[in-house]
């Protein structure tokens, strides 16, 4: 079987973004966007997704962090998609629950080619340091679309708007890596329609 991998760059005249991901990894991440939270963020997902991979980006941060990290979003989820080919013998769907002190978040995914964001959050404030946390539905939703993977995302509860943000990244990368796994038991891919991408 091939590496589960891809590498992408897009370029627009507001942002440069390159992804690069390998999906049977072990969590080695290289991250630099311009935008301090998604760094972290980013970098979460790709350790605890188990996934290795790097992302820069270089956009006009100057003005806000809005360009960066939806075109991150788009980029990550192309790579994701390009990187799992025909999906053959993957698991398909998946889920986790992840705490982070105060805050509990769930992720469920299923990597269907029909693209949806669900997302029921209420952060506490409106900012973490810099970062707005209006970004985090547009990274998710664009990532989701560009990906064409349904994303639910819940956030039970929380008080802390920096870690109910980051059980989101946890969760999903917990769910994708799920999701991605292969199972020797699924022959083609696990639809009855017979097609996944």
């Known amino acids: 079987m091939s590496e589960r991998k891809a590498q992408l760059e897009r370029k627009t ?6 992804v690069s991901l390998h999906i049977d990894g072990s969590g080695n991440s290289k991250v ?7 760094d972290h963020m980013l ?15 270089d956009g006009d ?9 939806e075109d ?7 790579v994701v998609r390009e990187a799992l080919g025909d999906k053959k013998g993957i698991k398909r769907y998946g889920s986790a629950f992840i705490p982070m002190d105060d805050a509990l978040a769930q992720v469920i995914i299923d990597v269907s080619n029909r693209p949806h964001l669900e997302f029921r959050a209420e952060f506490p404030k409106d900012k973490v340091g810099t970062f707005d946390v209006e970004l985090v539905h547009e990274f998710l ?17 929380g008080q802390n708007t ?6 989101i ?12 796994q292969l199972d020797p038991r699924v022959k083609g891919v696990p639809s009855t329609k017979g097609l996944l991408s």
């Open 13 to 18: 005249s507001e942002t440069s973004v390159s």
């Open 32 to 38: 630099n966007t311009g935008v301090p939270f998604m």
């Open 43 to 57: 970098d979460l997902f790709i350790r605890h997704g188990l996934f290795d991979g790097e992302i820069t980006a």
């Open 61 to 69: 941060t100057h003005i806000d962090d809005h360009h960066t990290t």
């Open 72 to 78: 991150v979003g788009i980029v990550l989820g192309q």
């Open 141 to 157: 939703w664009k990532f989701a679309l560009e990906s064409r993977m349904n994303v639910h995302v819940i956030v039970h509860y």
């Open 162 to 167: 920096h870690h109910m943000i980051e059980a």
């Open 169 to 180: 990244f946890k969760a999903l990368a917990r769910a994708l890596d799920q999701a991605t």
